[in-house]
């Protein structure tokens, strides 16, 4: 059993969120930061499906990643699905952490530990702390880069470029979606930019650069380690005090069929 204010110390100073962007919403937003958690449960999106998980599994915690008050919200009530989701949440006990951006962006942050997955080596941020310039070993193509990528996300495939066999010498890494700065990233030197949710245009562009190849997954894919990155480092810091439980309610809203 910890302290919730122990755990939040303890998230806050993991992840600052001194590195969380102007736009974003951290910290606990719903429920109340006094009292004690045996069980956390951790998700990428918290929704009405991982509560109902939450409220079976007897967590009075969860930490997600995105955030479930984002921009202006008027009221909550029942009325809604998300709505839905703080009332029940509340109703039972449940407080919902959310750390996005800034466990994003900060030393050590979702974006290194997506870097390091695919055995890349972050040299700096591409802009405003956000995403990483990174160095591969030394020979990798671009072909082995995507079956990294595969592999270590688990997914099926993934959008890119069709020059497969071109050596890789410099990687931009955005988890999440990162597009809109690709332009940054060949600045910086990168000749190949790896995110998720490559848009229509965004991705025309990219190829028409000939400088620049690009690997794309879907937004969840590209995130949805944060959980594991999440486990380690409450079972590092809380050991068997908290049991941190990975979400399997918790999943992308978009399939392939």
Sequence with gaps: MVKLSEIIEFMERRFPLSYAMDFDN??????????????????????KFVVDEAVREGASLIISH??????????VTDKDANGEML????????SIYCAHTN??????GLTEYLCSRL??????PIEDGAGRICAPREGLRLLELCARIKSE??????????RMNRPVKRVAVVNGSGGDMWRAA???????????DVKHHAA?????????EFISVSHYDSEKIVTELLFDALKEAFGQRLEAVISKADCDALIEV
């Design 66 to 75: 995105h955030p479930v008050i984002f921009g202006g919200i008027k009221s």
């Design 153 to 162: 996300l688990g997914v099926a495939s993934v959008c890119t470029t069709a």
């Design 186 to 196: 060949r600045e910086k030197g990168a000749d190949v930019f790896v995110t998720g």
């Design 119 to 124: 055995a890349l080596t972050p040299l700096e």
């Design 87 to 94: 009332v029940k949440a509340i109703e039972n006990g449940i």
């Design 26 to 47: 951290v910290g606990l937003l719903a429920g109340r930061a006094e009292g004690e958690a045996a069980k956390a449960l951790l998700c990428l999106n918290c929704d």
């Design 103 to 108: 466990l994003d962006n900060c030393p050590g």
């Design 204 to 212: 025309r562009d990219m190829y028409l650069d000939d400088g620049l």
